[in-house]
């Protein structure tokens, strides 16, 4: 690492960045071009990273004068070498950054300070280069640049200002020392804080800028103020269509804590909740003194499991200032609650008897007890999102409020989803309103199990869509272990059976969790055609050009199995090639001009274009064709 860190090194002291300052007359003023050469084989960062790296800056004054106003191009796309997950925006090859001068400027020595994260395929070093020349005369108009259609398009958008050498943040406007260090500045240089550049840019769009203190912020094209103090962003006086049912004392939070709490049995979003309470209830078998026991042991028990997740939460949610339902911000509780209602709707559906929080009626277990005090804990948990009549406006005024205040008006709601049990508990003879047990249980059983699948579904579809097959494998391997057990270790099981198919089971559910969370080698770096960087890349470096299009079915079959993603990283890495993907998709005359020239109308079609002289003979791959065919091309294209 360290050899690689000093060959690295070297590599960017022996070809710093070639820097030089192009002009050219637009209308009245004068467009500065600093064009930047990085060295080969190396990207930086651009000036809007996207999801990772240090961006590119640029500190430019005339003659000591404040920091101008600096346009920069948009980087190409692809994903980070070091962090697959992460999607950047690189500069390759040349960049060019713009500033808008006046006549004036023209013979007057320039500063600028380039700050930028130049990295290769094995690390990255940071480059801070100073260059000071004088600004040259311009002399040529603007079309006769070639940058100038660049220009053009860039110029639409506001401009972007370094606060200073040391800051990463961009601003257009602000304090004095937050633009340039006024020490040194000509006396009838602009006022502090006030870029030129933007100034004249302002003009350009048809703006201009008051003469106040200069502290207002340039965003789609329009002057606004810069962002407050987040304590004085807003001061609002809310009302309310129905002022009489806000929350404004403690008696009124716990009055509509307890109805919210019992509205929320109701709710149809709490559907797998419903059916819990409702299989738990349904379990009284008679009305003898044994059975009127069970019955109120399973209530009170299930309310307690009520009460004691209503107090974690509101510890949970107090200490760490979350709101109702912002755990499932959190993906480790989606994952557990997704596995926890999955494995509910296999037990409902016979796959297996569940231990300690088996739903079905008539189940046997051993501590009936703690079965129910169970199921009410799961039943609060899988609440946590749904918010029912009144519940928003008695937990929105409890956050407000200090700690006790919060756990005594989370203790009321709990108390109100409770009382139905616990006045079952009291009452026993108000059971007789339920139905009466029968074969018709076993059939709501399936169907409470297919809420419960829909349920899982819900909870799948919250989580990142590229985790979705991951999640959806383990699922498989879940359902399989259940099954195996529900076949093989029920309670009449021999213990060593009940043994082996357990660790075999509990081997399964490691490995699959294992294989989704193993490292993810890098992915193949594509880069989106372009006619510029395609012919600025042509004999630099190997190339692959793949032509696809979303209506190609054969294209996707050849991305499926010969241009695979693990592949095409093995033979990056080996020949050190650029892959470029033209898109077909919709119309690209480039793009078309290029496949005739490859002497083709249709795709697929891949083209190997080798480094050097031979860039202009590339070999063609038409149709399909297969992997051998693929590395014996690449083999006697690239010579290794």
Known sequence: MTLSLIVFSGQV?????????????????VVGALRLTLPKDVHAYAHDPGDAGRPTTLRFSVAGGPAQAVWYPEGAVQRDFYDPSATIFVYEGEVTLYVLLSREDEGKPYMADISMLLCSTRNCMPVNQQVKEVVPQATQPLEAMPWAAQWRSLKKQPPRSVADDAAEGVQ????????????GAPADAPEAGRSEGIARWLESQGETVGAGNGSAAVEGGQVQKPLPPMDDFVNLTPRYINESMEISSLGKALLFG????????????VLPVLTFKVSGLLMVGGCDKEGLKHFRRHNICFAAGVMTLFSALALVLGLADLMWGQLYQNQAVLLVMLLLVFLMGLSMLGVFTLPVIDLKTGANTKNPCLQAYFTGLVSTFLATPCSGPLLGGVLGWAFTQPLMVVMVVFWS????MALPYVLFSIWPVLARILPKPGAWMHIFERVVGFFLMGTALYLLSILPVEKHMQVLSVLLVVALCAWLWGQYCGISAPPLRRKVVGVACLG?????????????????????FSPQTFEAGLGKKPMLLEFTADWCPNCKFMEATVLTDERLRRLQARYN???????????????????EALGSKSIPLTALFPAGDMATAPLVLRDVYGSDSLEQAMRDVFGR
């Not at 307890?258 to 979003?269: D, E, K, Q, R, T």
């Not at 490691?510 to 880069?527: D, E, G, H, K, T």
């Not at 090639?577 to 496949?595: F, P």
Request: proline share 7%; with cysteine; net charge negative.
């Open 13 to 29: 002291r022996a070809n710093p960045l070639g820097v030089r300052l192009e002009t050219a007359q637009d209308g009245d003023a």
């Open 172 to 183: 257009l406007f602000g304090e004095a020392p937050a633009i340039a260090d006024r020490q």
């Open 258 to 269: 307890i109805l919210a709490g019992l509205l929320l049995n109701a709710m149809p979003c």
């Open 413 to 416: 709601v709990g108390l109100g």
């Open 508 to 528: 399964l559910l490691l490995a699959s969790f294992m294989w989704v969370l193993r490292p993810v080698a890098p992915l193949p770096q594509w880069r989106e």
């Open 577 to 595: 090639m650029e892959l470029v993907r033209v898109d077909l998709t919709n119309a690209n005359a480039y793009a078309v001009r290029l496949l």
